[in-house]
């Protein structure tokens, strides 16, 4: 395989994962907070289609970027509001939400539908892309995934070096203690939320900005439910979410390159792969009893209700 | 100050009339809706979820499409008591209508009265073997099932895709990715004539009322009401956790696979990629509508058909897109799932009195 | 005494709907003082203690610390003021280092090595040495409470409020408690001490405050007062002596032999070779501390875990250790789990619908697997009746709103009603007024002299030694030789329990 092929491959897969890790990243810190999200493929249809819409009107990406973390917010706040405050249960509430978002998003995404959006450039970074065979491989891509991953050190970095992440891990482990030592769970949780929205937004910014510039009704097509998957495999740990993310996203890419590959198989079929690799992984988590529950945040979703 | 305090007891009037302000509120939502998108709010809402009310034809819509919502809801609702959480109907339901169909075409050159039961058989057990698979993980490796069914029902709509492209399609079609047509054997027989209307919405009566006497009078639904509410009792009794996951999703699975066969055999007359149009995702919000309740599932059926065919009015009268059925039902749960709270909770106002300033 | 105390509360009331938990409450506390808070379950310690460290407010009275008005809105505030407490049940989080405990503890800190280099230093200098690098879930629950102290000392407090700390230690670990608590008093730092354990109060505290039923009946100094007299100001009657048995124990009813089960929770206990021998008309008493093996145990009886082998537990010769808990019941066995809400029962089913959790086959409550209400009916009524339960009607009342004390006799009651052979109850008596707990106590005797064997696990020493024919001590999984009650000495009990005196291995 020549240098260009590699670098091509190698391009896809990356394009294929960001998304996924940024929903995953932002899902990451909800759950670890204690909060099941699974409204995250509603979060990231609506960021793709404000991202594409904005960017759209305004010919300017970065606007287009900010409105789709603002927009993934916004949904996860009243995921948010209906789960803290007024006790919902997160799982009937997570699947309204997926749910609205994606007809929300068609509605708005009506009169944008077959229009065809401008392409972001990818950013040379200099010196580092000059490097001989990494150069090209790693450092010409587009700025989101120079921003996904100054995310994920950001992400690891608060939660195991900071205090308020550590305050963060504290209610997602035990609310009840977090509470009886006078931290504001809701709050904390509110926030994590809608950071976890906003990082989603970001994911579907980048399918509807970055990946193919324009938008289709659904076009997040269950990337959602792989990012929650991804959560699990990763066992809520930021680093291992990256590897998780390439390892769905280059499933994904392999998908696409096996026909070129001389694979004959019919394509619905190599579509199945991502997510029966996601099962096989989701067995390989849970089935070790300790190792399952020794990683998982101890009060992830529970209701949390304060008695005082 | 606002404080939420936990009831002893439900509020039984509250129970019944939540439901009934959440659609209210979606009704306003709504209008507030068309409203934004330009459209006359007061012609927009009677449009949508009046006229249908009115219409000979509508009603009888009504009754199409609340039939797979009401048994496949049946079927979540024993589950989601239990806390086994079936996300995965809407594959199941496709395995249903796929296996079901898979029968009908198989003998498509035959009558017989036999053939339809045998379909009906076939659906129900493509639902189970499918349901099987989650049910399976979560006992013997205690894999989280929502991930699970959902990740199959991709699998399932993908499977019906590739078969319908290949070896299940119409060899004397015109090259379109869609089975035969069912024959007459193979067609469910109308209640009404003129109208779309099947037997299946019998079945779907009589599956409501069974559900109600499982769930009330018979040991099984005691025992998914105890492992929902207090799984340490529900050991502590001597009852078996993993006959009842095992049981609650062949359940819902079959009965979500039933409701694809019906689907198939009904309203679409054959096998096409985009025979699964949500059912098994709106059958959630349905089963919550109806608060788990038989009796309340049938009403909330009915509730969402009628969004489905408002949906259709607004979409065919007013040029909106297919999807904002979904935002009216995306909004309804939001309604009912926020002011649900009324019903477990109290809302106190507390004074807090001081005997010095602070 | 001309100084200003250090904490003050003044006609202090804390309602909740149903209970009024703390009636007008006074109390005065001097620095340096060691006062203890003195009451049984449900005084109303706990409610007037977190009022003190702000959890939640008073509806009427007045507090001051230091001559100052004192009105915490949250623990923050309390712990600005100099008030810090070491909870009964911790707030620590298991899967969090020690270090990332205490700093969560502490406002504004960060973990690093100035803080392990504090957390060390201090620990050492009132002797309790702990790492600040391990995780929560490895230590013993001694150790963890040191961990909690250490969070509080940290914050230089005025005064340390220490809920029924030796609730989970031994008595050895208990006395290096005391002379912790006893250097800080020295050093200035008054100390609110919550107990119901006479022996401790009268050894440890200065001065001592009774509350019974949410009011304050009594202000005394332990060191004048015996153990008999403090006792009678907490119960307000004199306490039930033994009752005198005579036990003619008759054929073996129940064998468990060298039951050893692996922990399945993470912070479990290993069973480790547990024999004992139960016969018909005797009442065995295990005592122990929470958290040695009991809850363990109490699952291999009951059938929610199986035993290593069927014969591991033998029921009159036939072995059990396979069957569920559904077939040891239809072989007659009986059980009283130590929660009643959420193990006993279902809270927010009624009376009636929880007689089907255990009373299915004995009371014929199913027919082809349709619930027969009416003789559900008829069954809980008796229960009810004979075990003056209070409570509205059977099929009306929900088992989350019968108050302890008769949630519990329905409970004991719906399991004696179906006469046993082998009854085993844990904790029978935990949170129960002393009316109730008395009613308990002659109900369970009475079921033993009609032949029943009862098994008892309790942490209440004087409660098995009123009842108990024999008692065995469980500790760190391990059960000692089963010795006649009149025979076994407190001190040996509590040795014991300490892992101290070497567990003979029953026969």
Not at chain 2, 139 to 147: A, D, G
Not at chain 2, 198 to 226: D, E, S
Not at chain 2, 241 to 264: D, M, P, T
Not at chain 3, 53 to 64: I, L, S
Request: net charge neutral.
């Amino acid at each position: 395989m020549d240098m260009a092929t590699l670098t091509s491959i190698v391009a896809a897969v990356i394009v294929a994962s960001t998304p996924l890790l940024f929903a995953a990243l932002g899902e990451l810190v909800t759950e670890r907070a204690g909060v099941l999200n699974l409204g995250v493929e509603g979060m990231m249809v609506m960021g793709a289609v404000v991202g594409f819409s904005v960017t759209y009107e305004s010919d300017s990406h970065l606007l287009g970027v900010l409105a789709s973390a603002a927009a993934g917010a916004m949904m996860a706040l009243i995921f948010g509001v209906l789960t803290q405050l007024l006790l919902a249960n997160q799982v009937a509430t997570g699947l309204a939400l997926t749910m609205f978002g994606l007809g929300a998003s068609a509605l708005w995404g009506q009169s944008y539908t077959g229009l065809s959006g401008k392409l972001m450039g990818n950013v040379d970074i200099p010196l580092l892309s000059e490097i001989p065979v990494i150069g090209p491989l790693l450092f010409r891509h587009d700025p989101m995934v120079y921003l996904c991953f100054v995310l994920l050190v950001a992400v690891w970095w608060f939660l195991t070096r900071t205090r308020k992440g550590m305050i963060l891990r504290a209610v997602g482990e035990n609310h009840g203690a977090a509470h009886a030592l006078g931290y504001r769970v809701v709050m904390v949780r509110l926030a994590a939320i809608m950071f976890g929205g906003a990082c989603a937004g970001l994911g579907g910014a980048y399918l509807s900005i970055v990946q193919t510039p324009l938008w289709a009704d659904g076009m997040t097509a269950g990337r959602g439910w792989i990012a929650l998957a991804i959560v699990v495999f990763a066992a809520w740990r930021p680093w291992r979410a990256m590897a998780g993310a390439y390892l769905f996203g280059g499933v994904t890419v392999l998908q696409l390159h096996a026909q070129a590959m001389g694979i004959e198989i019919e394509s619905q079929y190599m579509s199945m792969l991502p997510y029966l690799v996601t099962i096989v992984v989701l067995v390989a988590i849970s089935h070790d009893p300790t190792r399952a529950r020794m990683s998982a945040p101890g009060s992830l979703g529970k209701t949390f209700f304060s008695t005082s | 100050m606002i404080k939420l305090v936990p009831r002893t007891r439900s509020s039984r009037s509250l129970v019944v009339l939540t439901p009934v302000v959440a659609i209210a509120l979606t009704v306003l939502a709504s209008a507030i809706l068309f409203a934004m998108l330009g459209k006359d709010p007061g012609p927009a809402v009677l449009a949508t979820f009046y006229r249908p009310l009115t219409d000979h034809y509508a009603l009888t819509e009504i009754l199409v499409k609340a039939t797979p919502l009401i048994l496949i809801a049946c079927g979540l609702s024993l589950g989601f008591r239990a806390n086994v959480w079936n996300i995965g109907a809407e594959g199941q339901f496709t395995m249903g209508a796929l296996c079901g169909g898979a029968v009908a075409l198989a003998f498509y050159d035959v009558q017989g009265y036999w053939l339809l039961p045998l379909m009906c058989l076939a659906g129900v057990a493509g639902g189970m073997a499918w349901a099987a698979v989650p049910a399976f993980l979560k006992t013997r490796f205690q894999t989280n099932e929502i991930l699970t069914s959902l990740m199959l029902t991709y699998v399932a709509i993908l499977l019906l895709s590739v078969l319908v492209h290949g070896p299940l399609k119409d060899p004397e079609g015109l090259n379109f990715p869609e089975s035969r047509l069912f024959h007459d054997s193979a067609i469910l027989p109308l209640l009404f004539d003129e109208t779309r209307v099947h037997i299946g919405f019998l079945i779907a009566l009589v599956v409501v009322v069974v559900t109600h006497i499982v769930l009330w009078r018979h040991i099984f639904g005691y025992q998914i009401k105890v492992q929902g509410e207090a799984d340490r009792v529900a050991r502590f009794a001597g009852f078996v956790q993993n006959r009842i996951v095992w049981r609650c999703l062949l359940i819902s699975g079959g009965l979500a696979g039933l409701a694809g066969v019906f689907e198939a055999a009904g309203p679409v007359g054959q096998l096409v990629p985009a025979l699964p149009t949500g059912y098994g995702f709106t059958a959630i919000i349905v089963a919550f509508l109806g608060r788990l309740h038989p009796v309340g599932i049938l009403f909330g059926g009915f509730v969402m058909a009628l969004t489905y065919i408002g949906g259709e009015t607004a979409q065919m009268e007013m040029q909106m897109p297919k999807a904002v059925t979904s935002v009216f039902q995306g909004l309804l749960l939001f309604f009912l799932l926020g002011i649900d709270f009324l019903v477990r909770y109290r809302v106190v106002l507390t004074t807090r009195r001081r005997s010095a300033e602070g | 005494m001309a100084e200003a105390p250090l904490l003050s509360l003044r006609g202090v009331t804390k309602a909740y709907p149903g209970v009024v938990a703390n009636q007008d409450v006074d109390l005065t506390i001097q620095a340096g003082e060691i006062h203890a808070l003195l009451g049984e379950n449900g005084a109303g310690k706990s409610t007037l203690v977190k009022m003190i460290y702000g959890v939640v407010e008073p509806d009427t009275g007045q507090m001051a610390f230091n001559g100052k008005p004192y009105f915490p809105k949250s623990p923050n505030d309390a712990r600005a003021t100099g008030i810090g407490m070491v909870f009964q049940h911790f707030s620590l989080f298991e899967a969090m280092t020690v270090a990332e405990n205490i700093a969560l503890g502490l406002p504004g800190v960060v973990v690093g090595r100035e803080l392990s280099d504090e957390i060390i230093s201090v620990s050492e200098n009132y002797g309790l040495s702990i790492q600040p690098d391990a995780r929560i879930g490895t230590l013993s629950m001694g150790e963890r409470q040191k961990v909690e102290i250490v969070r509080c000392l940290l914050q230089q407090p005025k005064l340390l409020i220490m809920d029924e700390p030796t609730s989970v230690l031994t008595p050895q670990e208990a006395d290096k408690l005391f002379l912790t608590l006893r250097k800080l008093a020295a050093e200035g730092c008054a100390i609110l001490y919550i107990s119901h354990k006479l022996e401790e109060i009268r050894a440890l505290c200065d001065a001592a405050t009774v509350l019974r039923q949410g009011k304050v009946v009594e202000q005394c100094i332990p060191a004048d007062e015996t153990a008999a007299t403090m006792a009678q100001m907490m119960i307000g009657d004199t306490p039930v002596n033994r009752v005198a048995r005579v036990t003619r124990p008759g054929e073996v009813r129940l064998v468990v032999d060298e039951l050893s089960l692996p922990r399945i929770e993470t912070f479990g206990v290993d069973l480790t070779n547990i024999s004992l021998t139960l016969r018909s008309g005797e009442v065995l008493g295990i005592a122990g501390i929470a958290g040695n093996g009991q809850s363990e145990l109490m699952q291999a009886l009951i059938g929610e875990r199986r035993s290593p082998r069927p014969t591991t537990i033998r029921l009159m010769g036939n072995p059990v250790g396979y069957d569920g808990p559904e077939k040891r019941r239809r072989k007659r066995m009986a059980f009283i789990p130590e929660e009643r809400l959420g193990h006993g029962t279902v809270p927010v089913m009624s009376l009636l619908e929880n007689t089907f959790v255990t009373a299915r086959d004995q009371r014929k409550l199913e027919k082809a697997g349709f619930m027969n209400f009416a003789a559900a009916a008829r069954f809980a009524d008796e229960v009810i009746e004979a075990f003056r339960v209070r409570a509205g009607r059977a099929e009306n009342s929900e088992a989350g709103s019968l108050s302890g004390g008769n949630l519990q006799k329905f409970i004991v009651g719906r399991e004696i009603l179906q006469d046993p052979k082998v009854l085993i109850a844990s904790q029978p008596t935990w949170g129960v007024d002393a009316g109730a707990a008395a009613e308990i106590h002659n109900a369970l005797l009475t079921l033993a002299d009609a032949g029943t064997a009862i098994l008892v696990l309790s942490q209440d020493l004087d409660e098995l030694r009123t009842i108990s024919d024999r008692i065995a001590v469980i500790a760190g999984g391990r059960l000692s030789a089963a010795r006649p009650a009149a025979k076994i000495s407190v001190e040996e009990i509590g040795l014991m329990m300490g892992g101290e005196l070497e567990l003979e291995a029953a026969e």
